[in-house]
């Protein structure tokens, strides 16, 4: 009896423990079905409303990579009273409707499939929908974002490649951009250097963090300069750290409390 | 049975508020100086507690941190000596070298430091000092002159050059005049102490929003750190030289601190 019990007690504590949900969504327009983490408040209710955050990965990383950042992430969707959503990005996609593979159409896959998904099967309060990512999901968040401000309250960035066209044939973005020489174009118009015009004078806030002895630090000081030039109301966090783990576990809870600052009472 | 439930109602008060105030009286300054102290409200003579001090800015007193958030619930939640002493309204927390009578830095290093080590279980290893405007120049200047005592610091719409301010906040009432005292003004400035840090890879954090007239002089300071590769932490965001900006990114102080605390 008491090894039932005990048994039983396991199976709800690890039931707990990995209470997040999995959705995979396929497209004819994505190379392979996408797999989605979801965790749920652990208070949710179909009676409330609740905030949507997206995390984006970064290049070479997956789906899996933010709960290892986070450590747990349920913990902070419970503290936050958030709905976390890790959606996969397809290896090296950069997000975006890649103008040399017709099958690799990962904006409209996320603005068309997926977040239209996650509206429809859980509780989210579609007026605070957040995006944040880190490295190459940093740029995704801000491209998804100044594309969409519709959709998006705010984004964030953690060591992002926030200037694509500062990295002209680097072999983990040709697949998405094609060769820079054949078309730069490509590369400029998807910087979202070039996109923050898009909310200029919308009274939109964002927040970006980078560390100082990161080889990306330039992308995000030259973005908060024209920022500033902009009048665009960024948060922009200059700290010791390098392209690592590490350095994401240690800032990124910044972007969530940021983006609770910023739901609508 | 009145009385019983007025005596349980005077405990809890006590028990709830646990801050002290310790009036200091001595000649390094010209009048005695306030300082409220908030203790964690478990706080047990048998454990060891990091310290914060708090500074406020121009024109301010010991009253003004606690009124911008309530600093026994920051006590609470981070398990912190929190403590606020004044600034005598405009002393900018220096040594004046014009007027023997107004010793801030020693009053605060040799007089009130020791104090409270003495009355409270402060865990000498972890002493941080944070301080808006006035105060978060005096933060940094006393990290930076007494690199030994404090572990970190942090700064809050700080004026972190006064030899950008020469005619205001009577900084001259304690320097002397700007014209004629410039390199007086330098050694008290925090920008031109930069680099007198030892360990470049101490960490300190400053934050500045954007609106704000101390941002020029935040900009020039940071811009100074990554040239002399001192690894410090700039916040640079929206807002503004008031209350509301303070309020909502002191905490971000505290967890710093909490961070860097060292392990007990």
């Known amino acids: ?265 | 049975m009145k009385n019983y439930i007025l005596i349980i109602i005077i405990f809890l008060s006590i028990n709830i508020f646990a801050q002290d105030i310790k009036v200091f009286e001595t000649h390094s300054i010209p009048k005695p100086d306030s300082v409220q102290i908030f203790k964690p409200s478990g706080y047990s003579s048998a454990e060891k507690y990091s310290l914060v001090i708090l500074l406020h800015g121009w024109s301010g007193n010991y009253k003004q941190w606690n009124e911008i958030i309530p600093l026994q619930n920051f006590s609470d939640k981070y398990n912190f000596i929190i403590a606020s002493p004044d600034g005598l309204y405009d002393s900018w927390y220096v040594n004046s070298p014009v007027n023997p009578g107004s010793q801030m830095e020693t009053f605060i290093i040799t007089e009130m430091l020791p104090a409270l080590c003495e009355k409270y279980n402060v865990d000498k290893e972890n002493i941080f000092i944070s301080g808006l405007s006035m105060g978060g120049h005096g933060a940094l200047y006393l990290f930076f002159k007494h690199q030994d005592i404090f572990k970190s610091a942090g700064s809050l719409s700080g004026i972190l050059d006064i030899t950008a301010f020469p005619d205001n906040w009577n900084i001259a009432g304690y320097l002397g005049k700007y014209e004629d005292n410039q390199e007086i003004w330098k050694k008290n400035s925090d920008i031109f102490l930069l680099d007198s840090l030892i360990d470049k890879e101490r960490p300190f954090i400053f934050g500045c929003g954007t609106e704000d007239f101390a941002y020029q002089v935040n900009k020039n300071f940071y811009e100074k750190c990554l040239q002399l590769k001192i690894k410090a932490t700039f916040i640079s965001q929206p807002g503004v030289h008031n209350a509301e900006y303070w309020k909502n990114n002191i905490e971000s102080h505290l967890r710093f601190f909490k961070e860097i605390e060292c392990k007990k």
């Not at chain 1, 859980?122 to 995704?140: A, E, P, R, W």
């Not at chain 1, 974002?145 to 040709?174: C, E, Q, W, Y």
């Not at chain 1, 939109?204 to 973005?223: A, H, R, V």
């Open chain 1, 1 to 265: 009896m008491k090894k039932i019990f005990t048994i039983l007690c396991l199976l709800f504590l690890s039931g707990k423990d990995f209470s997040y949900e999995q959705i995979i969504l396929n497209a004819p327009y994505v190379l392979k079905p996408d797999t989605i983490l979801v965790y749920l408040p652990a208070k949710y209710s179909t009676a409330k409303q609740y905030p949507l955050v997206m995390l984006l990965h970064g290049w070479h990383q997956t789906y899996k990579f933010w709960n290892q950042v986070a450590g747990d992430l349920q913990k902070y969707a419970d503290r936050y009273n958030f709905i976390l959503v890790c959606p996969d990005g397809f290896w090296d996609s950069w997000y975006i409707d890649s103008p040399v593979n017709p099958r690799s159409k990962v904006e409209t896959f996320f603005i068309k499939n997926i977040i239209p998904t996650l509206t429809s099967k859980y509780k989210v309060d579609k007026k605070n929908i957040f995006i944040t990512g880190l490295s190459m999901g940093g740029h995704g968040s801000m491209y998804l974002f100044l594309k969409h401000p519709d959709i998006f309250k705010s984004a964030g960035s953690l060591s992002g490649t926030l200037d694509v066209s500062a990295f002209p044939n680097k072999n983990s973005m040709i697949n998405a951009f094609g060769k820079y020489e054949v078309n730069p174009d490509n590369w400029k118009k998807n910087s979202v250097y070039n996109l923050l015009d898009n909310i200029k004078g919308k009274n939109k806030q964002i927040i970006f963090d980078c560390g100082t002895e990161d080889n990306l630090y330039f992308c995000s000081k030259k973005f908060y300069e024209k920022c500033l030039d902009l009048k665009i109301k960024a948060t922009f966090i200059s700290q010791p750290g390098v392209h690592k783990i590490d350095y994401w576990r240690k800032t990124f809870e910044n972007h969530f409390r940021f983006f609770q600052s910023l739901v609508s009472k």
